[in-house]
């Protein structure tokens, strides 16, 4: 009995030598809570943030390996077409537009978050723009106008209001916007009629305009306020222009004119082009522009 106790006494003896020899081993850890591990977690924390909001935002711009990527191009100054769609892009490289400013025509990047458009100033050769389901503030508008070759510009489902229209205004008394021809504007926040009916009518060329979605939409007479402000209308809210609309206007015209013995006689109205119902141009039965009107 007396050799067992001497026995175990010797093994636990022996296990407190080996914990004593493994502890002294092995290296010295920081205490979890302590301040020092504190410093360290948020150094390696910030740097891991640091990392991700660079990477974040080097996605949301369109570089110039992004572009040649999408177009298949092996150098920037041969790409002449760009359609980025849905890719959470939110602004242009500014290398990049300088490189594209004398070749780039026909720009779509619809479904992304591009609040402003910096740079775009330079995309000079743009004939079609597509910025629909965007996040477009009204002054964005002052950005394009520099853009003389633009034909036709979709700005559907933005944050425009009654400043874009004003803005546009503005522009086309400077001169801008002289080929303009095709002009979405569907679901905005254009209330005001009056100011939609003046831009409108400042647009020369303009030949398709779409209004609907917006308050100035709704207003009483709307349909044939656009009409009579647009002189070369063809196509409205995706409708041709037809003769019941010029019957509509004139008959409104005639009205005026008998309550006001000071009106002149109102010559009649003809619908622009050659046929009543033809289609209004090119760009209705474009497939890639009809794209851009339902994208």
Not at 137 to 143: A, F, G, K, P
Not at 269 to 277: Q, R, T, W, Y
């Amino acid at each position: 009995k007396k050799d067992f106790e001497q026995e175990k006494k010797q093994t636990n003896r022996d296990k407190v030598s080996r914990l004593s020899i493994q502890s002294a081993s092995r290296p010295p850890t920081l205490d979890s809570s302590g301040p020092f591990h504190s410093i360290v977690w948020n150094f390696k924390h910030k740097q891991q943030l640091d990392s991700q909001t660079a990477l974040e935002m080097s996605l949301t711009v369109l570089t110039t390996e992004l572009a040649l990527e999408s177009s298949m191009e092996d150098d920037v100054g041969s790409i002449t077409e760009l359609m980025l769609r849905g890719m959470s892009l939110s602004s242009v490289e500014s290398t990049l537009s300088v490189s594209l400013a004398g070749r780039l025509t026909t720009l779509s990047l619809s479904h992304n978050n591009f609040v402003k458009l910096d740079n775009f100033r330079n995309l000079r050769a743009l004939k079609d723009l597509n910025l629909n389901f965007n996040q477009l503030r009204s002054d964005c508008v002052m950005e394009l106008g520099e853009c003389q070759e633009l034909r036709s510009l979709y700005l559907s489902n933005n944050n425009l209001d009654n400043q874009a229209m004003i803005n546009m205004t503005r522009l086309c008394g400077m001169g801008c916007f002289k080929k303009l021809e095709v002009l979405c504007l569907f679901s905005n926040g254009v209330s005001d009629l009056g100011q939609a009916m003046e831009c409108v009518s400042s647009l020369p060329a303009l030949t398709d305009v779409a209004l609907e979605g917006n308050e100035c939409s709704s207003k009483p007479g709307y349909r044939q306020s656009i009409v009579r402000s647009a002189k070369c209308l063809r196509v409205l809210d995706g409708e041709n222009v037809s003769e019941l609309d010029i019957e509509l206007l004139q008959m409104g015209e005639e009205e005026k004119a008998k309550s006001s013995t000071t009106m002149p006689a109102v010559p009649k109205l003809k619908i622009p082009g050659s046929k009543a119902g033809a289609a209004s141009s090119g760009f209705n039965s474009d497939p890639v522009l009809l794209t851009y009107r339902a994208a």
